[in-house]
């Protein structure tokens, strides 16, 4: 079993930054693909940006690319999202997500192990 723990969430005007960080406890977590989504009311969950185990493969969406970046650091089982240039469209839920090497990292059944999300509003 793997816990997530997200942190860094909060309130911004547009324009600024927020750095996302994602503590990951449990079974061998430094293997699992990591990744992070959003979820605004009304909307399904979202993929946001994704990276594998190896940092080696690193994915995001089209309407966040240029403006954040995810790393994570496997010594210390963490999962940061850089998040720059924020509008008041990137207003959500963000969700930090862990699953096993291999399979669609952009696709949320990919990733069995969820955070409880962290909220980030960005006003225009």
């Known amino acids: 079993q793997v816990q997530l723990v997200e942190s860094g969430g909060g309130s911004v005007q547009a324009g600024g930054s927020l750095r996302l960080s994602c503590a990951a406890t449990?079974?061998?977590?430094?293997?699992?693909?990591m990744g992070w989504f959003r979820q605004s009311p009304g909307k399904e969950r979202a993929f946001v940006a994704a990276?594998?185990?190896?940092?080696?493969?690193?994915s995001y969406a089209d309407s966040v690319k240029g403006r954040f970046t995810i790393s994570r650091d496997n010594a210390k089982n963490t999962v940061v999202l850089q998040m720059n240039s924020l509008r008041a469209e990137d207003t959500a839920v963000y969700y930090c997500?862990?699953?096993?090497?291999?399979?669609?990292?952009?696709?949320?059944?990919?990733?069995?192990?969820w955070g409880q999300g962290t909220q980030v509003t960005v006003s225009s």
């Open positions: 997500a862990a699953g096993p090497s291999g399979l669609s990292l952009s696709s949320a059944s990919s990733y069995p192990y």
């Open positions: 449990g079974r061998t977590p430094s293997t699992l693909d």
């Open positions: 990276i594998n185990w190896r940092s080696d493969w690193i």
